[in-house]
């Protein structure tokens, strides 16, 4: 699996736009890039998966450079209720199963 | 669709008895993971079965732990005989395929604590 680097930490206020970049430098050609959300004593939510270029759900946007060496999560407004923390994960439908969770990016929105 | 679902949700035992975790993935997933979580290890992937048949259970820390998923609707995992530093957050999951193309969707977890 392409290894993936994230902030430790960052910091928002409510309302503003939070962006989380993630990088994975050794991303194979069949990888999809997703990112996972985790609230205190829940288990991950799926948030949003691309390949490349943008993608848009309800919560959330993903954006992939054309070389897919990096991905950001874009949070638009958010609110003290998207305080969590952000795990992007890479890997492809030809892996063997081993989603690897790294350390996260934990989101503290202020008010 | 009501989710993965784990029980117990909490789980509490001394050290040297069995305990037993419980998992019920969503109806027509074909792929269930087991993770546990701790502060210092972040989230582990212990063993993933897809179709019923584990696949890779690499993951899992020593002979003490052991999985089964008896039909497609139940998984357990066992730890016999269980020791202090197995206490963690224990996750089932659930997905559609066995790759990272297919979203997992976890139940709330257990919280094993062995005293």
């Known amino acids: 699996l392409a290894k993936t680097t994230q902030p430790i930490s960052m910091d928002s206020y409510e309302g503003q736009e939070v962006n989380i970049t993630c990088s994975h430098n050794?991303?194979?050609?069949?990888?999809?890039i997703t990112w996972y959300q985790q609230f205190p004593s829940q288990g991950p939510r799926f948030i949003i998966q691309g390949y490349k270029t943008k993608v848009t759900n309800e919560v959330a946007s993903l954006f992939i450079p054309a070389d897919r060496k990096s991905s950001t999560l874009s949070l638009p407004r958010v609110s003290l209720s998207d305080t969590a923390v952000y795990y992007c994960l890479v890997g492809g439908s030809g892996n063997t199963g081993k989603l690897i969770f790294g350390q996260g990016t934990t989101l503290q929105v202020k008010p | 669709d009501a989710g993965v679902i784990q029980s117990p949700r909490h789980e509490v035992t001394e050290m040297g008895q069995e305990v037993t975790l419980r998992c019920k993935p969503i109806s027509g997933h074909n792929s269930l993971f087991w993770y546990r979580q701790t502060m210092m290890r972040g989230l582990e992937l212990l063993i993933y079965?897809?179709?019923?048949?584990?696949?890779?259970d690499s993951g899992m820390p020593e002979d003490r732990f052991s999985a089964k998923m008896p039909n497609a609707s139940f998984s357990t995992l066992k730890i016999q005989p269980s020791e202090p530093r197995d206490s963690a957050v224990y996750f089932c999951a659930s997905s559609t395929g066995q790759g990272l193309d297919s979203p997992l969707h976890f139940g709330n977890g257990t919280r094993l604590t062995v005293t």
């Open positions: 050794n991303i194979a050609t069949n990888d999809y």
């Open positions: 079965f897809n179709n019923n048949v584990p696949i890779d």
